[in-house]
């Protein structure tokens, strides 16, 4: 007791980044993450749904062939028409991953259960020369 007492500025930094290390795992927040190789075979062996996440002005620019466009803003208001494809997997993607993983916890809370994000977003589909369409 004396030990922690003498140390109690290094005992509560200990607690706290230990409680940060927890909470993904107590709040059930954490989120799949799948390389574009991963997302391509689950498009491919498991006709996953791509929900891309982005703007509008990012999605014109180029999106994944077949992938369907709700804004990250309109998400909740348009849970009904995901509602479908609850049963299959569901890939994320934004422009670099945080979105995407925003949006895969919304889906999860409405019981989407294999919901995953593309790490690196649309970046890491462009730089593993995967393509992409501008057509709607």
Known sequence: MEFVQQNIMWVAL?????????WPMISGGTVAHVSPAEATLLMN??????????????????????????????LDKRLSELEKFKEKPIIVVCATGNRSSSACGQLK????????????????????????????
């Open 45 to 74: 062996r498991e006709d996953a749904l791509v929900l891309d996440v982005r703007e509008t002005g990012e999605w014109s620019a180029g999106h994944i062939t077949g992938a369907r466009h709700i804004t990250l803003g309109q």
């Open 14 to 22: 200990a607690v706290v980044s230990g409680g940060m290390l927890l």
């Open 109 to 136: 809370k409405h019981g989407f259960d294999k919901v995953y994000s593309l790490g690196g977003g649309i970046s890491s589909w462009r730089d593993s020369s995967l393509p992409l369409t501008t057509k709607s």
